[in-house]
């Protein structure tokens, strides 16, 4: 299961703003989408679902269901998209969200099977959060109340796997992209992806603009 938001200018990746537009930002949230969206379509799985703030386009492939995300905070967004989706095809549930393009098929296919013999499997991400959960018996109680978009959000949702005597994989810690200093890290470590790719071409397009009083206020070459 994939939760995101639809890749709409001013409503996502408004971190990469500046050195980028909105626009521009928008198209790298929607890069990083269609990377999340291929790896997921790649990795076996009995259903794939795409948990969505906004409406699907053209970014979508084939073979997802899609269910419309419920909640004020994200803690009950995460609780009700895996409550939803175990609601869909009971079993185990594999959650990851769309700032790690760098994500590939093979980690998620170790993280579903590590659901076999693991209550849970978690993912760390470098910002003190998480780019992967998941859960052999979803439950709303492990997520709800956990504090998100917080420098130790993944400490406290380890913990409270921990303390309700789940047993839990780890597994590699990976970039989110919320800047652009970590937009240039994951392109760097990605290269063939998608992301990298819109980064690449975002950057010649912006060297080959003419430098503005207004751009060397904003950061951003003229228009």
Do not use: C
């Not at 291929?38 to 053209?58: E, K, M």
């Not at 980690?107 to 993912?123: F, W």
């Amino acid at each position: 299961m994939l939760i995101a938001k639809e890749p709409v200018a001013g409503r996502v990746k408004t971190r990469l703003t500046p050195p980028y537009s909105p626009a521009e930002a928008a198209a790298l949230a929607e890069a990083a989408l269609r990377d999340s969206l291929r790896a997921v379509a790649a990795t076996p799985a009995a259903q794939r679902v795409l948990a969505l703030d906004g409406l699907p386009g053209r970014w979508l492939p084939p073979g997802f269901v899609v269910i419309p995300q419920r909640g004020a905070g994200l803690d009950e967004r995460l609780a009700a998209a895996f409550a939803d989706t175990h609601r869909l095809r009971p079993g185990p549930v594999v959650l990851i969200g769309m700032d790690t393009p760098q994500v590939t098929p093979d980690l998620l296919r170790v993280a579903g099977e590590a659901l076999a013999d693991h209550d849970a499997v978690y993912g760390p991400a470098a910002d003190g959060g998480f780019w992967l959960l998941g859960l052999r018996r979803p439950d709303p109680a492990l997520l709800l109340g956990v504090p998100m978009s917080h420098p130790e959000t993944g400490k406290v949702q380890l913990d409270r796997l921990v303390r309700a005597g789940l047993t839990v994989h780890h597994l590699p810690e990976l970039i989110d992209v919320d800047t652009a200093t970590t937009a240039t890290e994951v392109a760097h470590q990605s290269p063939t992806t998608y992301f990298a790719t819109t980064l690449r071409t975002l950057h010649r397009e912006q060297a080959a603009r003419p430098v503005t009083e207004e751009s060397r206020a904003t950061g951003r070459p003229g228009r």
